[in-house]
């Protein structure tokens, strides 16, 4: 029996015990149900030969992981709305904030200024939440030329989005 069809057992037998596992610490079935669908298709793109031994202590691994991500993003987005809000209490709101949709203007104004190159790694890390070494992975990169990509488009970013407050 080979990896993929080892995994696609392990899938069927134990696939709800990881959506409950991860649902208990996200207090959200649907946002699970999707992490366990990418934890899943993260296996099979492996490389490395996995064993069954290895599967759950895997696979817990990456759901713990995958809740701390999602915990990371989270709290970036609820510090954003609170600043939003906190600022809308003040009388003065509608000079100081941006909306949402000028800010994301001015963040594609931005991108359009970077390389191709620049842009599509900013793009991966920012909208789809991957790691430099994720995005390595995905474009087939050197992991330090991503990573200074990466640095670049945010010191462009951060420029443009600094120069409009």
């Given amino acids: ?38 934890l899943f298709l993260r296996l099979l793109t492996r490389q490395p030969l996995i064993t069954e031994k290895s599967f759950p202590s895997l ?3 990456m759901a713990k992981h995958m809740v701390a991500d999602y915990y990371r993003r989270r709290h970036v987005y ?30 594609e104004f931005s991108l359009a200024r970077l390389p191709e190159s620049c842009r599509e790694v900013y793009r991966l890390h920012i909208y789809d939440g991957m790691k430099v070494s994720e995005i390595s992975q995905t474009l087939g990169e050197d992991y330090k030329r991503v990573e200074n990509q990466l640095g670049h488009a945010r010191k462009v970013v951060r420029r443009q989005l600094r120069a409009c407050v």
């Fill in 1 to 38: 029996m080979n990896n993929q069809e080892k995994l696609a057992n392990y899938y069927q037998r134990y696939r709800e015990e990881i959506v409950d596992f991860i649902t208990v610490r996200v207090q959200d079935r649907e946002e699970a149900l999707d992490m366990v669908q990418d």
């Fill in 59 to 61: 696979i817990y691994t």
């Fill in 78 to 107: 609820e510090e954003y709305e609170h600043y939003i809000q906190h600022d809308n209490d003040s009388d003065d709101s509608m000079e100081s904030v941006f909306s949402a949709r000028q800010i994301m203007e001015r963040m």
